[in-house]
């Protein structure tokens, strides 16, 4: 390779084809307001929450607080029955979701119904907060009609001996509402990405339909599976409205203290509360992080 | 009838169920206000002559529509510029959009409150942190819309051609981009406008007044006036979501994935 030989500004007698290089661009001032509304209203407000961690009601650097949010029993309680709903859900409504997505892609019905679910699964993923709450007080709460409907069939009420739906198992059946369509709103786009010559190349060698799902389509649906019930999961853990709505006090959830610690600070800590906090956004960050991980492991066999 | 047919026709009934019965049933509830008369329509007469009801739907409408018009002043330009001259930030926006999955609408809330409730900054007073929080809430849908929108036109001829016009920025943005964007602007709109005119966690912890709350408040004290509010509620996100289906149709427009609530 030859040297492009100097060339000084000036000297010559045809101007140079492409001006020199410049030194400094101020193109990244364009995405200054955003940053800045980045750093106002997220980051500072996170970073807060970190600092204020580690500090004691008198201000000083301590690690009592995440301590304390390991040791309380009250506060450890409230991380396990935010956990436990989150997992549940995320599994029954990953599943749930995965075989409706199937039935209405795969399953051989008629292709109406397909746009239809996914329709139903789009209202249904938005509507949560205060409104899904009431929807299923209504339905299976005290005087629901499925409550109802069981005692008339029955004879039993469901509410008694000392059974409440207004715990982990009633909570998670309501989370279910916008959890399950979720996954069929994502798993169904997957499941049209596999291909028919795959399935074909399959039967071709004398595979059966078990094997063709045992060693081929599951391992390349694999990342979407479990990323998007990653997403199902830390949809739920996050949940503040629904379950205040439907439940009040009477779930601790995580969401739940760290709302009554805003409202009038109920553990008498302020630091406590921003420990809890944290807690979350570390669960959450681990979350989006293999979340990621999965996306673009995923995205291998969609090109 | 194959045998996998009649198991795909089984979850289909179920998920439809699943679907159907809690509508139906809080329907079936919001018609027994009245001891001894069904249907009534007593629980509906009674939240449409609350003037509480329009006082706080009025509200959460004046939050939706600043929040609208505040996120896409700022996302559009934002991604705008991003397909234009810096395609390495890109994944540096988008994280930044993603930021509601990672950080609930609780904790964001605990956080402004805890870092704006005094000097040097005392916002808490302003509406201007329950703006911020709902513009954080709106980001992800505004983003991958106007990102999906801008990948369908051809943003370097577009600008190349205004400017050699003789367009500035502004005209570029506000008469070039903003037009083309219309749809993928639109599909955002009624996705944040579905979010914001419900939300609870920011407007009641905030504490200002907004429909979320309101419910909430009606729930704690009555007993079939909320089965009506859902009702309508649920009847606004369906809405909302037809409308995105409709103006989006045949453009391939993304399914929108919501944040935690």
Known sequence: MSQTPSVKLGTGDAPLARPPSRKFSWDWLGLAPFFLFAIAFLLLPSASIVINSFKSPEGAFTFQNIIDVVARKDLRSAYQASLSISVITALGGGLFGFLLAYAVTLGGLPKRLRSYMLTFSGVASNFSGVPLAFAFIATIGNTGLITRAIEGISGVDIHQQGFTIYSIWGLSIVYMYFQFPLMVLIMAPALDGLRREWKEACENLGATSWQYWRYVALPILMPSLLGTMILLFGNAFGAYATAYAFAGSFINLVTIVIGGQIQGDVLFNPGLGNALALGMVVIMGLCMTGYSWLQRRAARWTR | ?261
């Open chain 2, 1 to 261: 009838m194959r045998k996998s047919n009649i198991w795909a026709w089984i979850i289909l009934i179920v998920g439809i169920l699943y679907f159907f019965v809690p509508l139906v049933a809080t329907l079936d509830f919001s018609l027994r206000a009245e001891k001894d008369v069904y249907p009534s329509f007593e629980a509906f007469r009674t939240v449409f002559s609350d003037p509480e009801f329009y006082k706080n739907f009025s509200s959460s409408l004046g939050w939706s529509v600043l929040t609208i018009i505040c996120s896409t002043l700022l996302i559009v330009p934002t991604t705008y510029w991003v397909h234009y001259r810096l395609p390495n930030w890109r994944p540096a926006v988008e994280f930044v959009t993603l930021m509601p999955f990672v950080v609930p609408a609780v904790v964001l809330t605990f956080g402004l409150i805890r870092l704006y409730c005094c000097d040097p900054l005392p916002l808490i007073s302003s509406p201007i942190l329950l703006v911020a929080g709902y513009m954080v809430l709106s980001f992800p849908y505004m983003f991958r819309a106007v990102d999906t929108g801008l990948r369908a036109i051809d943003v370097r001829t577009l600008t190349e051609a205004a400017q050699s016009l003789g367009a500035g920025w502004g005209t570029v943005l506000f008469r070039v981009i903003f037009p083309n964007l219309r749809v993928a602007i639109l599909s955002g709109v009624f996705l944040t406008f579905a979010i914001v005119i419900g939300e609870f966690t920011f407007a009641s912890l905030l504490n200002w007044p907004a429909f979320g709350p309101y419910m909430e408040y009606l729930g704690a004290t009555r007993a079939y006036e909320p089965a009506a509010l859902a009702l309508i509620s649920f009847l606004l996100t369906w809405g909302s979501t037809m409308l995105i289906q409709y103006i989006g149709r045949g453009r391939g427009v993304e399914t929108q994935v919501a944040g935690t609530r």
